[in-house]
């Protein structure tokens, strides 16, 4: 069964729940309070729409992959966040919390980012409303992620190196939760993913699920078919709850690609789900990669926005109650599935996305026949320096 | 030991006119064997209990100081094993009441309940779980209370006075008061917060308040002692052993520096 809300404790059963802090909790049930209020507001909404249709451009499309599906031998269709303004579904989430943050009277935002599409989404809305950013980004993740970096910082956002750990996404996301224990009287904290204490998985979602809304009317059966299998990858995996959960329960096949960097042999990947087990990560009991005294451990994915040994609590709850499938796909495979979308559709996916596609092209044959759609994330301008610089490394 | 021998601390250092002062050492640094004697040297030095840390891949409310500590810690052997046997050690030989200081996710690892009884085993009066508000804190309180130990609770300059309530009626060993916001570190200022804190418990109960986060100098520590039940300084503590080159330097650094904050938390 699919939770229209968490609990009063902030829990999908046992997963979720706020393992904070006691400076932050006010800040965070002051957040759920004003959340919910703005949520109810039909001025909120209607403020909110108007910026995702004229400013974000939403609804996004969605296309037919007609050279893919011959090849494929499946029905595949795409839908098109890396159309939406900044190039990913990130967007559609900062817009709604930057307003939310105008409304609590703040008027400085921080955040983490991974692949830098986070990053650069809450630069764009905080330019937009005239707020304060302060952006997290890992040491590792600004080299690989340059460009996203110039993008932050053109516009008028402060991007914060982050040296502890390994340098990606989990030590940024620390080292924002850090700054907000210290700023929480004048600043909002925009996570960006489904992650985090309550509640910020249950509103990440509530403003992801736009996506899965309009697939719903883009393909009703009269346009365009009905999916019988919705695929996406997941890092926190805001990007796949927000295609998945208007279909969690319908008879509609769902599965979350994770990162299994490496091989999952190896030990070193991103896949939380796949391969971790429960615990408490950034506040939220959720699965994660940890070690047998629960220290987290790091991940590793060539994907900046997958490599995380966290994820969200509702995909927990979905995973283990088999209301969505996870599985995962590893480094090379995505790298390939980049350019198999590139060449044979001239769109060039973000590494994150290419996971989902590598699953598709992988599963090709049983899929044989069946109309597929795939969450198409975000754009992969930004991983091309590093695409370039791994097949010099190779040569 | 147990949650008793923490009362009673706290009632003769009421009777002796001072706060309690309770530094917080990383458990397992620089090494394990002389992490001990680090903590036995603060005792001798004026030290009345200790925060015992277990070192943490991921802190999320300490600064760089206690990271780095946590890092080196964990890369010389430490972690959750390491540090009980510290703890036991140091129970044994000091006699000075303990509380482990630790994140939720080693505890849950464990489970709440063999946690608890290794902690009872090791001496410990209690454990501080530093995100585990009062909302979460159900399974793992009642888990020590069953031992004769407490899990102690926090309130923070935000607090509202709903969650103070809530935390004043979990009957916490002490109320850790939140002297800054923000993560451990030290500061320059001395905290403005702590008087009306410890102002705001009393209106509910006479649970001590243990002031801690941000406390470093002998003034900062005489400024806190004069509101609060006891004192926390941790990462100027962390900070000397770290700069230490061996372990004999590190003692020698710290005799210095808890002697100083134990002369400064007399309130005479
Ligand atoms: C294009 C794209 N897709 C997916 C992700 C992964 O995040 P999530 O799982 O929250 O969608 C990211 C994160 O940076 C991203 O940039």
Known sequence: MRLDRPDNQGRFAEYGGQFAPETLMPALEELETEFAKAWDDPGFHNELNKLLADFVGRPTPVYRAERLSDQLGIDLYLKREDLAHTGAHKINNTMGQALLTKRMGKNRVIAETGAGQHGVATATACALLGQECVVYMGEKDIERQALNVQRMRMLGTEVRPVTSGAGTLKDAVSAAMRDWVATVDTTHYIIGSVVGPHPFPWMVRELQKVIGEELQEQMDGSQRPHPDVIVACVGGGSNAMGIFYPYVGSDVRLVGVEAAGYGLETGEHGASLVAGSPGVIHGSMTYLLQDVQGQILEAHSISAGLDYPGVGPEHAYFKDRQLVEYTSITDEEAVEAVNLLASVEGIIPALETAHALAWIAKEADSLRGQTVALNLSGRGDKDVQQIIDLVDADE | ?268
Do not use: W
């Not at chain 2, 200022?189 to 941000?214: D, F, Q, T």
């Open chain 2, 1 to 268: 030991m147990s949650r008793q021998a923490l009362a009673e601390l706290f009632s003769r250092c009421r009777a002796e006119n001072r706060a309690a002062l309770l530094p917080y050492m990383t458990a397992g640094l620089p090494d394990p064997e002389g992490s001990v004697r680090l903590f036995v040297a603060m005792a001798e030095a004026g030290a009345d209990g200790f925060e015992v840390g277990i070192p943490y891949a991921d802190p999320l409310m300490d600064g760089p100081v206690i990271q780095a500590a946590g890092d080196r810690a964990l890369a010389a052997g430490s972690g959750v094993e390491v540090a009980l046997d510290i703890l036991e050690q140091v129970v044994a030989e000091t006699g000075r009441p303990s509380v482990v200081m630790t994140y939720v996710n080693p505890v849950l690892r464990m489970g709440p309940e063999v946690f608890a009884q290794r902690l009872s085993q090791a001496g410990a009066s209690g454990a501080i779980i530093a995100d585990l508000p009062v909302d979460e804190a159900l399974p793992f309180a009642s888990a020590l209370d069953r031992h004769g130990m407490g899990l102690v609770l926090f309130v923070a300059p935000t607090t509202t006075e709903a969650r103070l309530e809530n935390v004043v009626q979990a009957s916490p060993p002490f109320v850790y008061g939140v002297a800054e916001l923000g993560v451990t570190g030290e500061r320059d200022m001395a905290s403005s917060h702590i008087g009306s804190l410890v102002a705001r418990v009393r209106k509910h109960s006479e649970v001590p308040v243990v002031a801690g986060v941000g406390i470093a100098t002998p003034d900062q520590a005489r400024s806190a002692a004069a509101a609060a039940d006891g004192v926390i300084v941790g990462s100027a503590l962390v900070r000397r052993v770290m700069e230490a080159d061996t372990v004999d330097a590190a003692e020698d650094a710290l005799r210095v520096a808890v002697g100083e904050l134990a002369d400064a938390i007399r309130r005479d």
